[in-house]
Every structure is written in C-alpha cells, then in structure tokens.
C-alpha cells in the first residue's frame, strides 16, 4: 500500500494537487463523482452520497487528501464516514478545512476536525482562507461584468492562491515532518475587496470594482443564478466573518509548509491575467 487517494480531483484545488503529486512520481487515485481519468494518475469513482464507491476508493490506500465537496452543506454526513474508514485501515488523512472553525467547537468543520484528531495516529489539518481563484472561478460573472457585487462590507481578506494549498496539501502527503498539526494558510498581504478589484483591474486592462451588497441581494443574486437557497445562505454568512475582520490575518503556514512565501494577490491575477480579461 503507497498510493495516495485524493477526494475532489476535478476540483479548483484537486486537480492541482494531483498534478503536484504525480510530478513528483507518487502513485495517485484521482477520486470524482464520474471517475473521469486523470493523466498519470489512477481514476476512480467517489461519491460521498454512495456508500458503494467507498471501500473500492480506498483499496491499496496508505494517505488520502480529504475535502468538502463546494456543492453540498452536509459536512459531518459525508465527511465523518470517510474519517472512520481511514482509521479502520490506518489511513493517513490531510483535511482540507476551514480558516478559523477552531474558534467553534460546535461547528460541524470542527466537529470533523476532532473526530480525525481523535480516531487517527496520523493527520494533518490545513484551514485555508477565502481563494484568489474565486475571482476567475464563482465570481467569474461579475468580473467579466465589471463589477463583483459581494457582501464583505469593508473588510479585508487575506486570499490564497490554490496552487499554494495544493502545495501545502503534498508536502503534507508525502512527509511526516507535519503530523498531527493545524495550519492556516493565507496570502501574505490583507486586502479589501475594492483594493482586491483595483489589483486585478491593473492586471486585466479594464476597470473592475467592487460593489458591496446585504445579505439578501447577494442570496438573491445566487438564486437567480440556479443556487439553492440554502448555499447561498451559508455563503453569506461566510462574509459576515469577512466583515468583521476574521479573513485579515496573515500566517506564515504556507512557508513551514512549502519552504517558501505564498503567492500574493497580485500574481495570481497576472498568471491568470486571460482568464481575468474575460
């Protein structure tokens, strides 16, 4: 057994980390709902809702990357039974988490959190804040408009760039250097979502702002795009931390990680400057 299973391989941050793992010349499962092939790695089929798709994922599995599908507000539904599965095969986990569910016990991401903390020799917790990939990914309609209308009020966050957590997530796979600990991952400069926008419209060549919105026009908004309401609930109150200053931290988890700075919001926006440009 030394294969690497990663949950949400077609995902933003999957995806990325699979391509890391195979560069490197690990044996990987790429693990999606269709099971679509992955280059260099092993598909198969995961879906956190089949119980069937479980077992067979975890064959000839020794570490497994473990993250929320985006789409899905059942966290310790889908999450815990994949917890107790790698404890009864002695699976090292790295949880995809949260910025900030340590500050709430009750909260189901933290809730996951102790059940790995407590059920398993070997995990590593990686809570990252809000992704600068979110401005070419969910709010990709509102930059190609012009305007990314959200409610963060005037609060500043700290964006991350993918790459870097996926970054993070195999240094975390493939050494024990940083067993059983938490880290928070962030860019390495807090921004305001009219100065993210000023930064983004320098890069693009066009005028981007930022409009900020309540609660109710930005759930509006979603379900006018096809969420359910319920997503777009969660969402909001998601901003309500940004307005009151919880996303602004900087940490340096992404350097102990990677041994090296995160990437700023800046570049991320000029390796992404045609996805920007719309």
Request: charged letters at 20%; one cysteine or more; hydrophobic letters at 50%.
């Amino acid at each position: 057994m030394n294969k690497i299973l990663v949950l949400g391989a077609s995902g933003t941050v999957g995806r990325l980390l699979v391509r890391a793992l195979v560069a490197q010349g690990q044996a990987v499962k790429a693990a999606s709902r269709t099971g679509r092939a992955v280059a260099g790695a092993e598909a198969v089929r995961f879906d956190y809702a089949d119980r069937a798709t479980h077992a067979p994922a975890f064959e000839g599995v020794d570490r497994l990357y473990l993250l929320m599908p985006a789409d899905s507000l059942a966290v310790e539904a889908f999450l815990l039974p994949a917890v107790a599965l790698a404890a009864e095969r002695g699976v090292k986990v790295v949880m995809q988490s949260m910025m900030g569910v340590e500050h709430d016990p009750a909260g189901a991401y933290r809730q996951v959190e102790m059940a790995l903390e407590s059920a398993l020799a070997r995990w590593v917790i990686l809570r990252p804040n809000w992704f600068a990939d979110n401005f070419h990914g969910i709010w990709a309609p509102d930059v190609a408009r012009g305007d990314i209308a959200l409610p963060a009020g005037e609060g500043a966050t700290s964006f991350i760039d993918a790459r870097d957590i996926a970054a993070c997530a195999a240094a975390a796979l493939c050494t024990g250097r940083f067993d059983n600990q938490a880290y928070t991952l962030t860019g390495p400069q807090a921004l305001g979502y009219a100065q993210a926008a000023a930064v983004l419209s320098q890069v693009a060549g066009r005028r981007i702002g930022y409009t900020p919105v309540s609660d109710d026009a930005f759930v509006a908004a979603l379900r006018s795009a096809g969420l359910p309401e319920a997503s777009g609930r969660m969402l909001a109150g998601l901003f309500g931390d940004v307005r009151n200053g919880h996303t602004a931290m900087v940490s340096d988890g992404v350097e102990v990680l990677t041994g090296r700075p995160s990437r700023g919001l800046a570049q991320y926006a000029a390796d992404y400057r045609d996805a920007l440009r719309g």
